[in-house]
């Protein structure tokens, strides 16, 4: 009887093979995201937004196309529920490109802001808005958020994500605390939070604000400076008149 054949199968590291192939995944996702970045703050993704905008224009009546895009012009006393025409504008100043939203019969952001995801500059007075709208965080190019004088109650975490954020103005609402999610606004270089009267502390988070030149904490309820000023390395201007100071912190260093 004829010896059966010897079969020779080879034998191969299995945990050797997964982690080539892992590698290979992280690249690619590494990839992927390097891409999504690119798009995100390419020219072409604006002007996508912008004509996307546009097409949401288009499908508008008339009358509510003109609410959005005409420019302000003297107020004549109009009565009525809906806010007056020359309340909200879109304006391009130079090369920026700016919201406006002024007028006491405002209580909400219009949901048409939510196309206009392009803008750099928000500038909201004078309304009784009391929160921020949900999609606030869409708004990756903004550098100014200007809500002064309104009835906002809180600052979101979503503020947070807003990477490209130099001035928050906030002054003049109902704010009583701050998320320490701002922290995250590593460009912030002036940040205005006068005369909101219950808010007595900032949270030490915001000690990541190396950038930060300009802080305002006037007309609160501040009874000693807080610890994460005395982190703000680059702070030039600290305003903390028109509070109940009454200590300073023991470990204040400069």
Not at 133 to 151: C, E, G, M, R, W
Request: glycine share 4%; net charge positive.
């Amino acid at each position: 009887m004829a010896p059966a054949k010897r079969l020779d199968v080879p034998v191969q590291d299995l945990s050797l093979i997964r982690g080539i192939w892992e590698v290979r995944v992280k690249r690619h996702r590494q990839k992927q995201k390097k891409e999504q970045e690119r798009m995100e703050n390419s020219a072409l993704t604006r002007i996508d937004q912008q004509w996307q905008y546009r097409i949401y224009c288009k499908s508008l009546k008339t009358k509510d196309l003109q609410r959005h895009l005409d420019p302000p012009t003297p107020c004549t006393g109009t009565h009525g529920h809906r806010p007056p025409q020359e309340d909200l504008t879109v304006q391009t100043d130079s090369d920026r490109l700016i919201f406006r939203l002024e007028g006491d019969r405002w209580m909400d952001f219009p949901r048409e802001l939510q196309w206009m995801t392009y803008l750099q500059e928000w500038c909201v007075r004078g309304t009784r808005i009391q929160q921020l709208p949900d999609f606030l965080s869409l708004f990756t190019q903004l550098t100014v958020l200007d809500i002064p004088k309104n009835a906002i109650r809180e600052l979101p975490p979503d503020v947070g994500r807003l990477g490209e954020l130099r001035r928050l103005n906030a002054s003049y609402n109902r704010l009583r605390s701050v998320p320490p999610e701002l922290g995250s606004c590593e460009k912030l270089q002036k940040l205005e939070l006068t005369g909101n009267r219950s808010l007595s502390e900032l949270p030490f988070e915001l000690s990541s604000l190396k950038q930060l030149l300009h802080l305002d904490l006037a007309e609160n309820s501040f009874v000693s400076i807080p610890v994460c000023a005395l982190r703000m390395t680059n702070l030039q201007l600290l305003d903390l008149s028109a509070n109940g100071l009454t200590d300073l912190p023991q470990d204040m260093d400069r």
